[in-house]
């Protein structure tokens, strides 16, 4: 599975961004593509993810009711709608995918995601 991340920039405070994740491969309905993200000096952390069917998402908390992942299966890409941004969103923000066996409950898990694409930068300026 190959991914590739794009639509990063910089926005002011309270901006919105939507990143794109192209994701080619071996994959299934059942497969978990998600976004992930790190900051300067800090680790990586879970934002967002989705099944390819469009039947489970999952959202870290601070991610819920400003950021939407949806997907377009005919374009082969997922997105990450980002709204109200803030200066602490500020990251390279990763998309992944698993191998297609992960439970749902194990969605936010780094490391259940076998695959990574490239990060795309995000800047909030205050």
């Known amino acids: 599975v190959q991914l590739q991340a794009s639509g990063g920039g910089l926005v002011q405070d309270g901006g919105s961004l939507r990143l794109s994740c192209a994701a080619f491969?071996?994959?299934?309905?059942?497969?978990?593509i998600g976004w992930f993200r790190q900051a300067p000096g800090q680790e990586r952390e879970f934002v967002a993810t989705?099944?390819?069917?469009?039947?489970?998402?999952l959202y870290a908390d601070f991610a819920k009711g400003r950021f939407i992942i949806s997907g377009d299966n005919s374009k082969n890409t997922v997105y990450l709608q980002m709204n109200s941004l803030k200066p602490a969103d500020t990251a390279v923000y990763y998309c992944?995918?698993?191998?297609?066996?992960?439970?749902?409950?194990?969605?936010?898990?780094?490391?259940?995601?076998?695959?990574w694409g490239q990060g795309t930068q995000v800047t909030v300026s205050s």
């Open positions: 992944a995918a698993d191998s297609g066996t992960t439970i749902l409950s194990e969605g936010k898990k780094i490391t259940r995601y076998d695959y």
């Open positions: 491969g071996r994959m299934t309905g059942r497969t978990f």
């Open positions: 989705m099944r390819r069917s469009g039947s489970s998402t």
